[in-house]
């Protein structure tokens, strides 16, 4: 008898959604897999207003998306979506099977995404990025955006992704973690590095998941947007971690 694969949360980045993550579902859904990607608050479909949204809510809405399962789930999250999935961690680790960190930031106890970005020194980080203070938002510069994060992506793609970017808010970005070893600390974690990455850098990532326990590390020739460059072997490689 074929084993049953798990449950998944795809949990996209800064100003991304839920659509970033098309191609990648469809694959693992025809493969059997049961799959959610949800929109953070404020982005993607999802019109939050801007002055509601913090980490907490944030994390409300990938526990909402777990507790749709039965079951634990994997959960998988992009770029400043590793600081989401992380923090989520604390709240509901008892409905997830495995924190998955795609070319994201993994964040310790009492660290905030906006001190720990600049810290990668080899790359542009928030100086890519436009901060509208007046709205409490910040979005990326246009002409950036095909260098640093789809380097290695069709030209549809990034025509798409130009479409549907909306601004981030920036409040849940300036909040701290809390975590402790009985949330966080107890569920198994993979990182899946991007060798092409000029967003947050493969120097950067590997300091980051070498100073966290994960189980193992997978390497991906792409840049910083895989689910769009290489959505088949992301795929892939996201449903072997489930058979694990």
């Not at 800064?14 to 990648?24: I, P, Q, R, Y």
């Not at 998955?100 to 660290?111: A, H, P, Q, R, T």
């Not at 920036?170 to 949330?183: F, Q, T």
């Not at 997978?218 to 996201?238: D, T, V």
Request: include cysteine; glycine fraction near 6%.
């Amino acid at each position: 008898m074929q084993r049953k694969l798990p449950n998944y949360v795809l949990v996209h980045g800064f100003s991304h959604g839920a659509w970033c993550w098309d191609k990648v579902a469809t694959i693992m859904r025809s493969r059997g897999a049961q799959v959610s990607c949800p929109d953070l608050p404020g982005l993607g479909l999802d019109q939050t207003p801007i002055s509601k949204i913090t980490m907490k809510s944030y994390v409300e809405r990938v526990c909402d998306a777990l507790v749709a399962f039965q079951e634990p789930a994997i959960v998988v999250g992009h770029s400043m979506g590793g600081v989401v999935i992380t923090q989520a961690s604390e709240y509901c680790s008892g409905k997830i099977r495995k924190l998955v960190f795609l070319s994201s930031y993994i964040l310790k106890d009492g660290e905030t995404f906006m001190k720990t970005a600049p810290l990668d020194v080899e790359s542009p980080g928030l100086s890519s990025v436009i901060f509208d203070r007046e709205n409490g938002t910040a979005y990326f510069k246009a002409e950036m955006l095909k260098d640093l994060l789809y380097g290695d992506c069709s030209d549809d793609d990034i025509l798409r992704a130009r479409k549907n970017l909306v601004p981030n808010a920036v409040a849940p970005l300036e909040e701290a973690m809390h975590l402790s070893e009985n949330g966080f600390g107890r569920v198994p974690k993979v990182y899946i590095t991007t060798l092409h990455d000029k967003i947050i850098t493969p120097a950067f990532q590997k300091r980051m998941y070498s100073n966290t326990r994960c189980e193992e590390v997978i390497a991906i020739e792409s840049s910083h947007s895989p689910f769009f460059s290489k959505p088949a072997e992301l795929a892939e490689i996201l449903l072997s971690i489930g058979k694990n």
